[in-house]
């Protein structure tokens, strides 16, 4: 089955076209109609340096549902000591910032472009995005930022400097999501990391339900806060 090659119309082909390795379409651009689309739809882009922008609709799906999440006893104690401070929304830049400098400083590929890490602030400084920090002695060590949608978190990407520092920022994700009602944490693909926290794959019909069922309105979120 051919790619779908996109033009100016942010319109998707339906999801369950995707290629069996989850590619979708090809082309387009990253413009905040376009990106919020995409989510709307479980459809994300995901490529790198020199390729043209590549959106995807991976099926299995990796989802985390936040009453369902699994604390591990090493990162329990992590939890019990006390030493990060959390934050949200405070550093979004940096966040992202870090997210791609640390798979660039391993020599790694990083699908965080700089045209990608400009879309994603624009979304952060409209509302869409948001991020969850994790601060030792007033520096950053830890974090990870996703797209909100209604009752849906879409993660995108973590980092961390300090061990358990991204764990325990996603275990304050959890535990605001429970709060603010966000029903579905998607992972995307599924990862041994991200297993052991209780998150489980669904078919990709099953995850197009699920987004059906919690995405009523896409409207900017107010700034989260503890």
């Known amino acids: ?5 996109l033009d100016e119309n942010i319109l998707f082909p339906p999801p369950e076209l995707a290629e069996p390795n989850g590619l979708l379409a090809i082309g387009g651009d990253l413009s905040v109609q376009r990106l919020l689309n995409a989510y709307q739809q479980g459809i994300f882009p995901w490529y790198s340096d020199g390729e043209p922008i590549l959106w995807w609709s991976p099926s299995p799906r990796l989802v985390l549902l936040p009453g369902e999440f699994h604390l591990p006893k090493r990162l329990a104690r992590t939890i019990r000591q006390n030493k990060f401070c959390v ?14 400098e ?10 965080i ?8 602030k624009e979304l952060h400084r409209l509302g869409f995005a948001h991020s969850i920090e994790c601060w030792y002695d007033d520096k950053l060590v830890g974090g990870l930022y996703g797209v909100c949608l209604d009752s849906v978190y879409f993660g995108e990407s973590m980092f961390s400097h300090m061990r358990d520092a991204s764990k325990v920022a996603l275990f304050a ?11 579905i944490i998607d992972c995307q693909v599924t990862t041994r990391h991200l297993l052991q926290f209780g998150s489980k794959e669904v078919s990709g019909e099953t995850f197009q339900k699920l987004l059906k069922d919690n995405i009523e309105n896409i409207l900017p979120q107010k700034k989260w806060r503890l």
């Open 113 to 120: 472009t700089s045209d990608m890490v400009k879309a994603y």
């Open 87 to 100: 934050r949200f929304n405070h550093a979004f830049d940096q966040v992202i910032h870090n997210c791609a």
């Open 1 to 5: 089955m051919p790619v779908f090659q």
């Open 102 to 111: 640390i798979r660039t400083d391993k020599g790694e590929n990083t699908w």
């Open 173 to 183: 994700l959890v535990q605001l999501s429970i709060k603010r009602e966000i029903k």
